[in-house]
């Protein structure tokens, strides 16, 4: 069973930093791009940052662009999102999703792409 387990959310101020973690059990996610998505309340769920397999790769939404990083480290079979220069609407439940498609080269912004997400972590930008 394919499990993925999202940690390091947390309260933090608007400037500051966290880094997101999401181990992959069950799987290898060695040839798989993986992605990362959020969801603020009342909103719709919206794509943060992707990683393809090989992780040369990366894509970003316009609103996190300069200020997140995703990386991967397939020895543990985690994705990370480091977050710096956070802002209060970066407020919002964090999901990792994985991409069953194998070798795909351009990491997918789109939601429907992904097979396989977590259970997220809260992230809350408040002073």
């Known amino acids: 069973q394919v499990q993925l387990v999202e940690s390091g959310g947390g309260l933090v101020q608007p400037g500051g930093s966290l880094r997101l973690s999401c181990t992959v059990s069950g799987f290898t996610m060695d040839y798989h791009a993986m992605g990362w998505f959020r969801q603020a309340p009342g909103k719709e769920r919206e794509f943060v940052a992707a990683?393809?397999?090989?992780?040369?790769?990366?894509a970003y939404a316009d609103s996190v662009k300069g200020r997140f990083t995703i990386s991967r480290d397939n020895a543990k079979n985690t994705v990370f999102l480091q977050m710096s220069n956070l802002k209060s609407e970066d407020t919002a439940l964090y999901f990792c999703?994985?991409?069953?498609?194998?070798?795909?080269?351009?990491?997918?912004?789109?939601?429907?792409?992904?097979?396989?997400w977590g259970q997220g972590t809260q992230v809350t930008v408040s002073s």
């Open positions: 990683i393809n397999w090989s992780g040369d790769n990366t």
């Open positions: 999703a994985l991409d069953w498609n194998f070798r795909r080269t351009v990491a997918s912004t789109t939601a429907r792409m992904y097979e396989d």
